[in-house]
């Protein structure tokens, strides 16, 4: 299997990654003896449906104790248990049975008591369990990529809220991690109460939106938090919903590829590539032990250039000792790299103690306890660089191991080096250099297809920062993913509330086109069209310096919002103010907006917040006013304006609010193209 970019003239030249020789097996069989060698195969098939089910619990470990079932709805259970094994479910009074099938697997469905509890339920088959301390709510799935996983220990006042998570009446389930290429069948993880000693790795915007609804509606509340950090929507999603969209098919078929070579589920596409190529993986470069003497003598920043790689991309091995005193002191050491391009993995005494190749620059990583020794200690870091400046990026200071007293071991200076692989043509990369899950379908397959058909109140989702560079494409992936989740838990509409991206990156000082402001118009418009869906605006939050922002209170409380206006009916306002409409009066443009309860507020009118064009198509900063509920835009720069534009950047100055404090969503009045509509999606 070739790990190639879609496209490239080499995929059909190569042959496939991991193709083994075919092995052909040779049996001799008596005529006479068919007819009893298929009975001999059915019998052998039951014995293994039978081992197998004995290895697969008697039901899934998404039912559990300390669980919450959803109320109001049928609860579809399912397990495995031995072949024609009659199941029987006893559930606070209420019976349900079930008959194992030929593989083992056995599904049913049973009436859920009254809200409330706690319950005790009994599964009986050849095994018997008990589920303990159930409780009947609401079962929200809390999904997406890193800002819905960053945990209560992540914020800001992490300490106060952690302290004060003392509710039982909340539980969760953290769906492990998992990487799929085929179908999963058992999740991992189980139910936990939330309580001061349990909370602190629970998703933060998870939990706040929980407690919110909880004090509202007084019945307990179940989340299943199912979120990988750096993942686009396409890794969450079945394969049938992908074939649906325009340009997946070619790394579609390098799923198959992936399926059919046998390879580890990685997930990604870097990883197969370094197995496949990396000669310095497979002959030990970054162990203390290697012999390193004929390695050429480079200096950090830099090292590249002095390999003689030119400007192509390259994976090569850095190699140094350094010397630690007699006494290390106590405390997290780290390990600073600066800014790295593309993709770094650092070795300390031939122990991983990180990788990356994300965008979390400059790279910082510590250094397990036990792991420095007095005296001498090695440092290897192997670095894909894929551009012709990449590699180590940043100044001297920055490359350093910080001991846990502080104490400081420059790093910068001489290594030893050695390329490992020239990737110049026509030496094939992978389709992207991501090195955690962004394979199409790997996701859906490992973390949602196991937990289907749950049945849940519905969904909330923080998504689309991996998806931005694709910011216009999205808005068919987004709603593709609603629709196929729908159908996966087979509940109808069930609501999906969707959380904005927040603002990040320094501001822009004049008008521009970005990615993020496409991405967010990509989520107004899914919650615009795709029934039963909410979006909940955040641009008056984030930070410029970090893309998880430790402030999630704002997120929950949307999302919150708008689960307790359009699911549960309660009279409170979810939404800013929404564009309903724009009109052109000579020199300004007037824009009228609904969801102005307690009507419009602008705070401030520093620039960076409307901008408006003419003929031209030239943006410039604008002023707004309010008038009669109406808000004027309009510059002295701009004689006969045409069009308007608000927030549209990744870190927009948001002044246009409405009474109660929500901010209106990103928006234009033009139609022109976008600088992500022509991108192709790999």
């Given at each position: 299997?070739?790990?190639?970019?879609?496209?490239?003239?080499?995929?059909?030249?190569?042959?496939?990654?991991?193709?083994m020789?075919?092995?052909?097996?040779?049996?001799?069989?008596?005529?006479?003896?068919?007819?009893?060698?298929?009975?001999?195969?059915?019998?052998?098939?039951?014995?293994n449906?039978?081992k197998?089910?004995?290895r697969?619990?008697?039901?899934?470990p998404?039912?559990?104790?300390?669980?919450?079932?959803?109320?109001?709805k049928?609860?579809?259970?399912?397990?495995?248990?031995?072949?024609?094994?009659?199941?029987?479910?006893?559930f606070?009074?209420?019976?349900?049975?079930?008959?194992a099938?030929?593989?083992?697997?056995?599904?049913t469905t049973?009436e859920?008591?009254?809200?409330?509890?706690?319950?005790t339920?009994?599964?009986?088959?050849h095994?018997?369990?008990?589920?303990h301390n159930?409780?009947?709510?609401?079962?929200?799935?809390?999904?997406?990529?890193?800002?819905?996983?960053?945990?209560?220990?992540g914020l800001?006042?992490?300490?106060?809220?952690?302290?004060?998570?003392?509710n039982?009446?909340?539980?969760?389930?953290?769906?492990?991690?998992?990487?799929?290429?085929?179908?999963a069948?058992?999740?991992?993880?189980?139910?936990?109460?939330?309580?001061?000693?349990?909370?602190?790795?629970?998703?933060?915007?998870a939990?706040?939106?929980a407690?919110?609804?909880?004090?509202?509606?007084?019945?307990?509340?179940?989340?299943?938090?199912?979120?990988?950090?750096g993942t686009?929507?396409?890794?969450?999603?079945?394969?049938s919903?992908l074939?649906?969209?325009?340009?997946?098919?070619?790394?579609l078929?390098?799923?198959?590829?992936?399926?059919?070579?046998g390879?580890?589920?990685?997930?990604?596409?870097?990883m197969?590539w370094?197995d496949?190529?990396?000669?310095?993986?497979?002959?030990?470069?970054?162990?203390?032990?290697?012999?390193?003497?004929?390695?050429?003598?480079v200096?950090?920043?830099?090292?590249f250039a002095?390999?003689?790689?030119?400007?192509?991309?390259?994976?090569?091995?850095?190699?140094?000792?350094?010397?630690?005193?007699?006494?290390?002191?106590p405390?997290?050491?780290?390990?600073?790299?600066?800014?790295?391009?593309?993709?770094d993995?650092?070795?300390v005494?031939g122990?991983?103690?990180?990788?990356?190749?994300?965008?979390e620059?400059p790279?910082a990583?510590?250094?397990?306890?036990?792991?420095?020794k007095?005296?001498?200690?090695?440092?290897?870091?192997?670095?894909l660089?894929?551009?012709?400046?990449?590699?180590?990026?940043?100044?001297?200071?920055?490359?350093?191991?910080?001991l846990g007293?502080?104490?400081?071991?420059p790093?910068?200076?001489?290594w030893k080096?050695?390329?490992?692989?020239?990737?110049?043509?026509?030496?094939?990369?992978?389709?992207?250099f991501?090195n955690w899950p962004?394979?199409?379908?790997?996701?859906?397959q490992?973390?949602?297809?196991?937990?289907?058909?749950?049945?849940?109140t519905?969904a909330?989702w923080y998504?689309?920062e991996?998806?931005?560079?694709?910011?216009?494409?999205?808005r068919?992936v987004?709603?593709?993913?609603?629709a196929?989740?729908?159908?996966?838990?087979?509940?109808?509409?069930?609501?999906?509330y969707?959380?904005?991206?927040?603002?990040y990156?320094?501001?822009?000082?004049?008008?521009?086109?970005?990615t993020?402001?496409?991405?967010?118009?990509?989520?107004a418009?899914?919650?615009?069209?795709?029934?039963h869906?909410?979006?909940?605006?955040?641009?008056?939050?984030?930070d410029?310096?970090?893309?998880?922002?430790?402030?999630?209170?704002?997120?929950?409380?949307r999302l919150?919002r708008?689960?307790?206006?359009?699911?549960?009916?309660?009279?409170?306002?979810?939404?800013?103010?929404?564009?309903?409409?724009?009109?052109?009066?000579?020199?300004?443009?007037l824009?009228?907006?609904?969801?102005?309860?307690?009507?419009l507020?602008?705070?401030?009118?520093?620039?960076?917040a409307?901008?408006?064009?003419?003929a031209?198509?030239?943006?410039i900063?604008?002023d707004?006013?309010?008038?009669?509920g109406?808000?004027?835009?309009?510059?002295s720069?701009?004689?006969?304006?045409t069009?308007v534009?608000?927030?549209?950047?990744?870190?927009?100055?948001?002044t246009?609010?409405?009474?109660?404090?929500?901010?209106?969503?990103?928006?234009?009045t033009?139609?022109w193209?976008?600088m992500?509509q022509?991108?192709p999606v790999?």
């Amino acid at each position: 299997m070739n790990l190639l970019r879609p496209g490239s003239a080499q995929a059909s030249t190569r042959r496939p990654f991991g193709q083994m020789p075919r092995i052909r097996s040779r049996f001799v069989v008596l005529a006479c003896g068919i007819g009893l060698m298929g009975t001999h195969l059915s019998l052998a098939a039951q014995d293994n449906a039978r081992k197998s089910a004995d290895r697969l619990p008697l039901i899934s470990p998404i039912f559990g104790d300390n669980m919450v079932v959803q109320r109001n709805k049928p609860e579809t259970l399912w397990g495995w248990s031995d072949p024609g094994d009659t199941i029987r479910i006893s559930f606070a009074g209420k019976t349900a049975t079930a008959t194992a099938a030929e593989d083992g697997r056995w599904t049913t469905t049973v009436e859920p008591p009254s809200a409330g509890g706690p319950y005790t339920m009994e599964i009986a088959g050849h095994r018997t369990t008990e589920l303990h301390n159930v409780l009947v709510g609401d079962v929200w799935l809390c999904a997406g990529q890193s800002n819905m996983e960053f945990a209560l220990r992540g914020l800001k006042d992490a300490q106060t809220v952690i302290a004060a998570a003392n509710n039982p009446e909340i539980r969760y389930f953290t769906v492990a991690q998992r990487s799929a290429y085929h179908p999963a069948t058992v999740p991992e993880g189980s139910w936990k109460v939330v309580s001061p000693q349990t909370a602190d790795r629970l998703s933060a915007v998870a939990y706040l939106f929980a407690a919110r609804l909880q004090a509202q509606i007084h019945v307990p509340i179940g989340l299943v938090v199912d979120a990988v950090g750096g993942t686009p929507a396409e890794t969450w999603m079945s394969e049938s919903a992908l074939h649906q969209l325009a340009g997946f098919d070619p790394v579609l078929a390098t799923l198959h590829a992936l399926q059919a070579s046998g390879t580890p589920e990685y997930g990604n596409y870097v990883m197969p590539w370094y197995d496949q190529y990396d000669i310095g993986m497979k002959d030990g470069w970054s162990q203390p032990s290697f012999d390193d003497a004929t390695w050429k003598r480079v200096t950090l920043p830099g090292g590249f250039a002095q390999l003689g790689t030119g400007n192509f991309p390259a994976l090569a091995y850095f190699r140094r000792n350094i010397t630690l005193p007699a006494t290390i002191a106590p405390g997290h050491a780290m390990l600073l790299l600066g800014i790295v391009e593309r993709m770094d993995t650092v070795y300390v005494n031939g122990k991983q103690i990180g990788g990356s190749a994300w965008v979390e620059n400059p790279r910082a990583y510590p250094v397990p306890p036990g792991l420095l020794k007095p005296g001498e200690n090695s440092v290897a870091v192997r670095v894909l660089r894929t551009k012709p400046d990449g590699g180590f990026q940043s100044k001297a200071d920055d490359l350093r191991l910080v001991l846990g007293d502080g104490t400081k071991i420059p790093l910068a200076g001489e290594w030893k080096a050695r390329v490992s692989v020239d990737a110049k043509p026509p030496q094939p990369l992978p389709v992207r250099f991501e090195n955690w899950p962004v394979v199409p379908t790997v996701l859906y397959q490992g973390m949602v297809a196991p937990l289907a058909p749950l049945s849940i109140t519905g969904a909330i989702w923080y998504q689309g920062e991996a998806n931005s560079e694709e910011g216009y494409e999205y808005r068919k992936v987004l709603p593709a993913l609603i629709a196929d989740w729908r159908r996966t838990f087979a509940q109808g509409d069930f609501p999906f509330y969707i959380a904005g991206l927040p603002a990040y990156r320094p501001p822009s000082a004049t008008p521009t086109d970005d990615t993020w402001a496409e991405t967010r118009e990509s989520h107004a418009l899914a919650a615009a069209t795709v029934p039963h869906t909410c979006l909940a605006v955040t641009i008056d939050t984030g930070d410029p310096d970090t893309i998880h922002p430790k402030d999630k209170a704002p997120v929950a409380d949307r999302l919150a919002r708008c689960a307790l206006a359009e699911h549960y009916g309660k009279p409170i306002p979810d939404q800013g103010p929404t564009l309903v409409s724009s009109e052109i009066a000579t020199s300004a443009i007037l824009l009228r907006f609904s969801h102005a309860d307690g009507g419009l507020v602008i705070r401030g009118n520093a620039p960076g917040a409307f901008q408006i064009a003419g003929a031209d198509r030239k943006w410039i900063w604008a002023d707004a006013h309010i008038v009669d509920g109406v808000v004027v835009v309009s510059s002295s720069l701009v004689q006969f304006p045409t069009q308007v534009r608000y927030a549209w950047q990744s870190n927009p100055n948001a002044t246009l609010f409405n009474g109660i404090g929500l901010p209106a969503s990103p928006f234009r009045t033009d139609d022109w193209p976008l600088m992500t509509q022509d991108r192709p999606v790999y």
